[in-house]
């Protein structure tokens, strides 16, 4: 059976370097940091008081009062990137030419409307034990309601589902949607991730886990991927949003086209339920099952943007699989961990990052990784990390990583669009 090709017709995002796609462009490119401190929530007696927040985010600049207060924060994130998406591909519902029924939307989330959990258990906990809920409680909690929102608010009739696999959950879910249209399923679906746990349950909770940066006294440098001295991720919220389009139906409507989106993979470290295989086990094979899934070799790959989340485990076990999958070429390819910006963004870094990789494809240009200041000596000094400034080159192709509690590993990978 011969697949179809897909292809990206249309970008969205909300993320901490910015309300649309050119901000976070720009901001990713210049070595922009979006931590700093918490202002959701009075965070003063917590060990981590810092993250990775949405600027100046008010939901009712895009939607009426009335919705927004249906929907959790990260189901807002997600349609307002939807919105930007679907006005990017042309496919809002001013365009009858689209047939809905062959437009899908494949979304996901990490952990889904905790905020709304939260604040509904301490309701009701501080109550007389008397059950009042909200009515909307449950719709505005559950991971796959961002994937239902979506697809009513533009009238998308087909395949309509979320994945869920912690921090890799926005790769999964593009991998997901692509095999849909290669198998003739869908024309056109939307798909990314949205998170939005910055708040006492969610930082408590990866506090409890130790698995955050405690550099309170200098959060816009906390998260400092491959460095010797990282300590922990910086949480960050985000909403990212691609349009994957079968490649015939794109040239015929006429549509934009980004890149192709040439293949991926996903595998398991069946090692341990937060760490990573100390030999990148896992990450190996999953980015062997992403070139083998694109029919690529290594050498074709020019970038990687890696889950590097400025853990001391995670980082040296993902350059040691790097080194491993790519031999001598892994010494002339480009790394960097734009988390080190955005925070790690659980269920949303994924796609905020395939994003990044895209823009590297159009532009050839790769955004660094900031916050290098003391080399790790355990790291192959013969990596490339574009460590501080971005780098220009030619950019064929770009690989994208991202790994999740559990031992979920997915990577996708993305390639020029040649006319």
């Not at 409890?208 to 010797?228: I, L, V």
């Not at 040691?320 to 269920?347: D, R």
Request: net charge negative; proline share 4%; aromatic share 8%.
């Amino acid at each position: 059976m011969q697949l179809k090709r897909v292809v990206v017709t249309g970008i969205g995002t909300i993320n901490p370097l910015g309300n649309n796609l050119e901000e976070y462009w720009s901001n990713l490119l210049n070595g922009v940091s979006g931590a700093d401190s918490i202002t959701l929530f009075d965070a003063s007696k917590f060990k981590t008081r810092f993250a990775c927040e949405v600027k100046g985010f008010d939901p009712t600049n895009f939607m009426e009062r009335k919705e927004a207060r249906k929907l959790d924060r990260f189901a807002q994130l997600a349609l307002v990137a939807s919105d930007m998406a679907v006005v990017d591909a042309g496919i809002s519902k001013e365009n009858a030419e689209i047939d809905r029924d062959r437009v899908g939307v494949i979304f996901a989330s990490g952990i889904g409307g905790l905020t709304t959990f939260q604040e509904e258990v301490i309701n009701f906990a501080k109550g007389d034990g008397t059950p009042r809920f909200n009515p909307f409680f449950i719709p505005k909690m559950i991971l796959d309601i961002a994937a239902g929102q979506i697809s009513m608010r533009h009238s998308f009739r087909g395949p309509n589902f979320a994945v869920v696999s912690a921090c890799a959950s926005s790769t999964n879910a593009i991998i997901t949607a692509c095999d849909n249209i290669r198998l003739g399923k869908a024309d056109i679906i939307i798909s990314g991730g949205s998170e939005a746990v910055i708040s006492e349950a969610g930082v408590g909770g990866f506090n409890a886990m130790k698995a955050m940066s405690e550099r309170n006294d200098d959060p816009k440098t906390a998260s400092r991927p491959y460095d010797k001295d990282r300590d922990g991720f910086v949480m960050g919220e985000a909403a990212g949003v691609v349009v994957l389009e079968e490649y015939e139906h794109a040239i015929k409507r006429g549509a934009k086209i980004y890149c192709e989106i040439a293949g991926g993979g996903a595998t398991a470290d069946a090692y341990h339920l937060t760490a990573p295989h100390p030999e990148g086990l896992g990450a190996k094979n999953v980015m062997a099952a992403a070139l083998k899934d694109a029919e690529m070799q290594a050498d074709e790959i020019d970038y990687i943007n890696t889950h590097g989340t400025s853990t001391p485990l995670g980082d040296g076990a993902e350059a040691k699989a790097i080194t491993e999958v790519f031999g001598e070429h892994a010494y002339s390819l480009n790394i960097s961990a734009t988390k080190s910006m955005t925070g790690h963004c659980l269920g949303a870094a994924g796609v905020i990052e395939a994003i990044a990789c895209i823009k590297a494809v159009i532009h050839d240009i790769i955004p660094p990784t900031i916050n290098h200041f003391t080399d790790d000596p355990t790291l192959d000094p013969k990596l490339n990390f574009t460590f501080n400034q971005p780098q220009k080159r030619i950019v064929r192709a770009a690989l994208s990583n991202t790994f999740g509690f559990g031992g979920h590993n997915a990577c996708v990978i993305v390639k020029k669009y040649v006319a």
